[in-house]
């Protein structure tokens, strides 16, 4: 099928750069305002908004029916999610009014695990250019978008042919030994995503935590983004800061304000937390 540009218009509750840029996930580069290079599933996507349009350059219909809806969940009806939130805790309006337009992304599970192993004790920006530096290395090439070039995040099999050296090398730190053993374990299926994804919370996150490295936090990240269980709550720096100000008198425990969001949010956790997360990051909640 011939590529063209496939154009989407009156998207409700999507904005590319908020759900982008929101720290769910670090394999895309700015290209220009409301413009992005996206790299999922070993594919490459050119994607732009303009007002209510969203343009997929070079991509089939087949390829957005096949990977981009779901990636960017775009079958998500978040009316009806907001409107539940809403009916739990009016306090998520503001957050929700301002970050009105970020989706929680369908990502692919070993990279997302590897993703967030590297993202302890990281900003942004470092945990991007570790990524995209192990892609380059180990990954396919996938295309240019004007100069800049983009690969595909390295499977399993052929990051367990890689050396602590040679991940160190790539600025992973005191976090390398921790990517091989995840790379282990994937490998030989003692952590297996279909297994992972059939499990209740407590179980999937049990089985995470084998991994080492891998704590609470990191844990609940990759169920949330790439296990699809919405329901899970990561707490992290941010995050306590925020819930702290918005929802406590002073500091309490992570695991008071784990019990409140799960009674809070239920089912729709995740969402909840992406919300105030960003929110809190860009109005520097909490400092």
Request: aromatic share 14%; glycine share 8%; with cysteine.
């Amino acid at each position: 099928m011939e590529k063209g540009n496939y154009v989407l218009n009156s998207v409700e509750d999507f904005d590319v750069g908020q759900t982008l840029e929101c720290g769910q996930c670090f394999h895309f580069k700015k290209i220009d305002e409301n413009e992005y290079g996206v790299v999922a599933f070993g594919k490459l996507l050119h994607i732009k908004q303009e007002n209510n349009f969203i343009i997929f350059y070079d991509t089939t219909e087949e390829e957005y029916e096949n990977i981009w809806k779901n990636y960017f969940d775009l079958d998500r009806n978040y009316s009806e999610i907001k409107k539940y939130l809403l009916k739990k805790d009016n306090k998520l309006k503001l957050a929700m009014d301002t970050m009105w337009g970020v989706r929680i992304l369908n990502q692919e599970f070993f990279e997302i695990l590897i993703s967030f192993i590297i993202s302890q004790n990281k900003q942004i920006p470092h945990i991007k250019q570790i990524v995209a530096t192990i892609s380059r290395k180990y990954g396919n090439y996938l295309g240019k978008i004007g100069e800049e070039e983009f690969f595909g995040f390295p499977s399993c099999e052929r990051m367990s042919d890689i050396s602590l050296e040679d991940l160190k090398e790539c600025k992973t730190g005191f976090r390398a030994p921790y990517i091989m053993d995840a790379v282990s374990k994937v490998c030989d299926k003692t952590i297996d995503e279909a297994i992972l994804k059939a499990a209740n919370m407590n179980v999937c996150l049990e089985n995470l935590q084998q991994i080492k490295g891998v704590g609470e936090k990191i844990g609940n990240c990759v169920m949330l983004f790439g296990l699809e269980k919405r329901e899970a709550f990561p707490i992290d720096v941010w995050i306590k800061r925020i819930m702290e100000f918005m929802y406590f008198e002073g500091e309490v425990s992570k695991d008071e304000i784990a019990a409140f969001a799960k009674k809070r949010f239920g089912k729709y956790g995740g969402y909840a937390q992406q919300y105030l997360f960003y929110y809190g990051r860009e109005m520097k909640m909490g400092k």
